[in-house]
């Protein structure tokens, strides 16, 4: 150690090249460590003697308040293998590569010759090993500021230094398939706007790593065909790139209507009127897949076959008339007479259209919803078959007033997967959803049909519901990475997505069950296995209509049996009209000048606005009265139960003026005889009663589409475990706790609270189970739902998935002061539990714990689980976790040194555990708001 000299490996001012300038001292002494080498034995760990020095540089032109410096630590062994073992032992949790993998040995991240079999290098420059020398360059001071390529400059000065070999005074033009782009979902300047869907465009980032400027700079596409080389178009114009620095050039591939299926797309770099200095890397090539929407005559174009006008929401009677549309779809295929069908189709409106009236209210208050599933249609279908459009104008052209009837007719035809989804509280959507599944479904009709898909995605916002829909027209694959859709999304037509905003688009993510769109887009709220795809609908299928009429029978019996637990019935007015019922006593419920008043015990105003539903104790007898806010049609449906069955009495199509006044009175039970309007006495249209004993076993718990369950779908094996329900008028404080038994373990998916609180509803707290010994399993933190009368925050919503034994259990809600009960309910507080069967062969609860050490993406991982609380630590940055446990589902947070603070050194994090607890998989983001950044696995040591 005493022979060498520390300035044979440190940089002395004459050693650097503007902007770097030397500062202050070297500082060199003596050391030894202990690491793992492999010897002629094998693998021993030895104590190794080794000089390690320090030093700092300043960077020339940065400002005086915020200056920037790199430090350099440099180690020197006796040996190569000493040095590869020191990188191998104190790199190992580095992003040495582009993957962010640690070190690895003979890797070339910075592209210099010289490394080339005596070394290597990370990505950017800032771990270099020479031979027996490793150097470390850190960023100092106002790192922000520091000129982008410094480090890499930095980094071949040393090399200049310790290798004793110049880099060449020439420009050295260098290709990484990496940087060859067919899309790319961030702001960005390298990809120019698709004219069509066969236009592809390909960027190309050239890297200039010689000494001097790069002059002329072109790049030229070729299609490589075993050993042939085609050109595609004319080279792409680059221009003039200063040593060390990055530029792109932008270039179309003409596909020419075909699809393109294991295409090698090869990339060279040149100069047209210099030789590089090391021409071995200026060539690069990646192997694609890219299926497109065709006619047979041109490609789908995102500029003309799309509509210059947002998204719109639902004005006047939208919603009524979609569900109208819908349910006469519906109920016309059954074989019936007429009054039952009719009486059918009156039953079932009342549920289905609060359904819409509330996803469509919420999904719109996200910027999600509308009229996105016609848009899309449409813009397809009009694509596909250009005589389907009511002008011989492009998509692009038509105004909105000239489209929209069109996107109506075509939305209703694509809501009967949302409305399956709807019945079963959204279950359903599961079966087909996952990043993988749409993956599928959109590259086997572009490939074979061509056609453009529709995909939807669902998620939520605190307490609200969202939904949306674009139109699938590109699918982008490239080896190695993840697939890319192009999309039109109807809520950013072309001008709200001009450049830099890429090209609506989105990443699925299949290897971490996830999928991304750029910032702008938004969508963050999205779950991320709920995306799926589905072809575009022409009219309502009629096989899938047939399989929905058993669960819409089990919905209308559920729906007749919670008014003959409650003895309510139910009035529904079709507007332009007002209805106020009058009790006995003078108390009213309905609308006075457009207010909800509601007087009567019991009564609820379930929906107001272009259709009022109501519900009111059926042992009362009211006088009604309707007054009518516009011209038009209005229509009065009263529904009773009778046993088992549902009986209604109907007034249809009743032409009224603005100001017109009709009154009836309704007798106990829910007869109506008639409505007088002046001396005019109106009969019903209908007065009939439908028999529901046989609805009773029609199977909602069955997936509608398929009919059965499929063994790897948990979703449709969930149970209602315990239901404490009413639908009458319902007071605060329950008197007498929620208790349930399970006869054999189940895993708890959900837990439904209500908080009505005089419609008021109630900020969510927390749900908890405790057993019969006192132990306690949660609390959850809840989340917000819209009840009755789009009551913000009544209902309270959890998903523990929390794996319980047999057992006698009680529920616990955080606000009983607020917690719903009446008499029905025994003073027991309203709530509703789901769940799976979960018996091991044992008979025993089988649960994965969290508990012990990990190897994952970001180091060793230690873990540990008390209760749902999980805490640990990790070896990069020091890192820390802190999450809760949900059976196999961690959600949590991870930070990282120096700040352990968001949005640069912490974020979300959620991952899952595989089925035999033995490695997990999921994502990380920064901060809480950003999409998801990249993946994160671990397999147990």
Not at 404 to 413: G, K, M, P, Q, V
Not at 587 to 611: F, H, K, M, S, Y
């Amino acid at each position: 150690m005493e022979d060498i000299n520390p300035a044979d490996y440190a940089l002395l001012a004459a050693d650097l090249k503007d902007p770097f300038k030397f500062e202050g001292e070297i500082n060199a002494q003596a050391s030894s460590t202990g690491f793992a080498i492999t010897t002629s034995k094998g693998l021993e760990r030895q104590n190794v003697s080794f000089l390690e020095l320090t030093q700092e540089v300043s960077i020339e032109g940065m400002p005086e308040d915020c200056r920037g410096f790199l430090s350099l630590y440099v180690a020197v062994f006796d040996s190569s293998e000493k040095a590869e073992a020191f990188c191998q032992e104190h790199f190992q949790d580095f992003g040495f590569t582009e993957d962010f993998s640690g070190y690895t040995p003979g890797y070339n991240g910075l592209g210099d010759p010289r490394l080339e079999g005596k070394g290597a290098s990370s990505t950017g420059g800032h771990i270099v090993q020479f031979e027996n020398m490793v150097a470390r360059i850190y960023e100092l001071g106002c790192i922000n500021e520091i000129p982008k390529g410094s480090v890499d400059a930095f980094a071949r000065l040393w090399l200049d230094k310790v290798s004793k070999i110049k880099s060449p005074e020439k420009p050295d033009l260098h290709l990484d398939p990496d940087h060859i782009y067919l899309s790319y979902h961030k702001d960005n300047n390298l990809l120019q706007t698709e004219i069509s869907a066969d236009s592809q465009a390909v960027a190309v980032e050239v890297k200039n790593m010689g000494t001097v400027e790069a002059k002329d700079v072109r790049v030229q596409l070729y299609l490589k065909k075993g050993e042939d080389l085609q050109p595609i178009g004319q080279p792409a114009y680059v221009g003039d790139i200063p040593a060390g620095s990055t530029k792109s050039g932008t270039a179309f591939w003409d596909l020419e209507g075909k699809n393109a299926e294991g295409a090698i797309l090869q990339a060279q770099a040149f100069m047209l009127n210099e030789k590089d200095a090391i021409e071995e890397d200026n060539n690069a090539s990646i192997t694609v897949n890219i299926y497109y929407a065709y006619n047979g005559n041109r490609a789908y174009s995102w500029i003309d076959d799309t509509y210059r006008f947002d998204n719109y929401g639902f004005e006047g009677r939208e919603t009524e008339e979609m569900v109208e549309g819908l349910l006469a779809t519906v109920v016309g295929n059954m074989q019936a007479d007429g009054n039952f069908l009719s009486a059918m189709q009156r039953l079932l409106f009342p549920s289905t259209y609060m359904r819409f009236w509330n996803y469509s209210i919420e999904s719109m208050d996200v910027g999600a919803g509308g009229h996105c599933y016609g848009m899309a249609a449409t813009s397809a279908l009009y694509f596909t078959d250009r005589g389907s459009s009511p002008l011989s104008k492009p998509t692009s052209q038509m105004s909105l007033e000239e489209a929209s009837t069109n996107i109506a007719i075509y939305h209703r035809a694509q809501m009967l997967p949302l409305w399956t989804a709807m019945i079963s509280d959204f279950r359903f959507f599961q079966r087909d959803q996952s990043p993988a599944k749409c993956h599928q479904a959109v590259k086997d009709a572009l490939k074979d049909s061509r056609e453009p898909v529709i995909i939807e995605f669902f998620g939520r916002i605190g307490n609200k519901t969202a939904g949306h829909a674009v139109l699938a027209y590109k699918l982008i694959e490239v080896q190695g990475r993840e697939p890319v859709i192009y999309v039109y999304d109807p809520n950013f037509p072309v001008s709200k997505a001009k450049p830099p905003r890429s090209m609506p688009q989105i990443t699925l993510e299949i290897s971490n069950n996830n999928w991304k769109n750029p910032a702008y887009m938004g969508y963050m709220w999205a779950y991320a296995s709920a995306i799926s795809a589905h072809p575009v609908f022409r009219q309502i299928p009629l096989e899938d209509v047939n399989a929905l009429v058993p669960s819409l029978k089990k919905s209308l019996y559920e729906m007749a049996e919670v008014l003959r637990k409650a003895n309510a019935i139910m009035a529904v007015l079709r507007c332009p009209a007002d209805a106020v019922f009058t009790d006995v006593q003078g108390r009213q419920t309905g609308i006075v000048d457009g207010q909800i008043i509601n007087e009567i015990p019991g009564a609820e105003v379930l929906a107001d606005g272009d259709v009022e539903i109501y519900m009111l104790p059926a042992e009362g007898s009211y006088s009604l009265f309707i007054d009518a806010t516009d011209q038009g049609m209005v229509d009065l449906d009263v529904i009773r139960t009778e046993d088992e069955s549902a009986g209604i009495t109907s007034f249809q199509d009743m032409a009224v003026q603005t100001g017109a006044q009709m009154t009836g009175t309704i007798q106990a039970g829910g007869e109506i005889a008639n409505l007088q309007s002046g001396s005019e006495s109106i009969p019903p249209s209908l007065d009939t009663t439908v028999d529901l004993s046989g609805f009773a076993g029609e199977a909602l718990d069955k997936d509608p589409a398929e009919g059965s369950t499929s063994g790897d779908e948990v979703e449709a094996q969930e149970e209602l475990i315990m239901e404490v329900n009413t639908l009458g008028g319902v007071g605060n404080a329950p008197t007498s706790p929620v208790q349930f038994t399970l006869d054999r373990p189940y895993t708890i998916t959900r837990i439904r609270t209500y908080h009505w609180n005089y419609g008021s509803g109630q900020t969510p707290g927390t749900i908890a189970i405790q057993d019969a010994s006192g132990n306690q399993y949660g609390p959850w933190a809840a989340t917000g739902e819209l009840g009755m009368g789009g009551v913000q925050d009544a209902y309270w919503m959890v998903e523990p998935g929390a794996a319980l034994p047999s057992g006698v259990y009680t529920l616990v809600d955080s606000d009983p002061d607020t917690w719903s009960q009446n008499s029905e309910t025994g003073g027991r507080g309203v709530a509703h539990i789901w769940g799976i069967p979960s018996q091991s062969e044992e008979g025993t609860v089988q649960s994965c714990d969290w508990s012990g050490t990990w190897n994952t993406d970001w180091g060793t991982m230690q873990l540990q689980q008390s209760g749902d609380k999980v805490t640990g630590n990790y070896t990069h940055d020091q890192g820390r976790i802190d999450g809760k446990a949900f059976g196999s589902q961690m959600v949590g947070a991870w930070s990282e040194a120096p700040s352990y603070s968001p949005p640069d050194d912490g974020g979300d994090l959620e991952i899952v555990m595989s089925e035999d607890c033995q490695s997990f998989s999921g994502s990380w983001r920064y901060g809480s708001e950003s999409g998801w950044s990249g993946g994160w696995t671990g397999s147990r040591q």
